[in-house]
């Protein structure tokens, strides 16, 4: 079965640089969702969209914007880049359908190392 | 606010032996509740998933977890651990009102190993 992708899986950026990381869901999901791993730590909700509009926001730093486009893919864009930002990025996508069974379905991840 | 609570941080498990890992929230309702898996540097693979009905779930790879209400758990079995099994595990609590793209709450995960 088709899952989300997410590119690329590795990027080395260094500080104050930007970076921008893709999500594809898996076809016929209309939500995407964003969220941060530490390392060591459990993963924290950035931001979610629901057909092309913000749904849900969490801990995203300013320094962060995302959107979903026309297609359902989503990008998250990252500018000024700090130490602190370095992690793995997971996107994971939903079916709304018309019931409240929006399991999210989680992607590889990004590993984003900032030096 | 809601809270997910993993009281173990690291379990070790013969292989073979049962498995039970621990899972409290808080919430003003009945939750949505998931646990999910992951292996080192992977993605969060999806166990099993409690939405309503019949409080003891089935998941993938032998897995299960029971949902009591009184005691605001939802504990995740297996009644036979593979060495495979090695890996961390979340526990995860959505929201119960209905709105697409509602976060997950995440518990701090329980690092299970497995020991032949």
């Known amino acids: 079965a088709a899952g989300v992708i997410q590119s690329p899986r590795h990027l080395i950026k260094e500080k104050r640089e930007t970076a921008t990381l893709k999500c594809y869901p898996i076809p016929r999901h209309d939500t995407v969702y964003w969220y941060q791993q530490g390392p060591g730590q459990d993963p924290q909700f950035l931001i979610s969209f629901y057909e092309k509009m913000q749904s849900d926001k969490g801990s995203i730093p300013d320094r962060f914007s995302a959107q979903q486009f026309s297609d359902y893919h989503s990008e998250l864009n990252m500018s000024s880049l700090e130490l602190g930002d370095s992690a793995l990025y997971f996107c994971?996508?939903?079916?709304?359908?018309?019931?409240?069974?929006?399991?999210?379905?989680f992607g590889p991840g990004t590993r984003l190392t900032v030096l | 606010a809601q809270s997910v609570t993993q009281p173990d941080i690291h379990i070790t498990v013969s292989e073979g032996a049962s498995l039970e890992l621990r899972c409290n929230y808080s919430?003003?309702?009945?939750?949505?509740l998931f646990w999910y898996v992951q292996s080192p540097g992977q993605g969060l693979q999806l166990l099993l998933k409690y939405f309503s009905g019949d409080t003891l779930v089935q998941g993938i790879k032998g897995f299960e977890a029971e949902f009591k209400r009184s005691q605001s758990s939802f504990n995740l079995r297996k009644p036979s651990v593979h060495w495979s099994d090695a890996a961390e595990y979340f526990c995860?609590?959505?929201?119960?009102?209905?709105?697409?793209?509602?976060?997950?709450?995440f518990g701090k995960g329980t690092t299970l190993s497995v020991s032949s």
């Open positions: 995860a609590v959505g929201g119960t009102k209905y709105q697409a793209g509602t976060a997950l709450i």
């Open positions: 919430y003003g309702a009945t939750p949505y």
């Open positions: 994971a996508s939903s079916s709304s359908g018309g019931a409240r069974t929006d399991t999210q379905y």
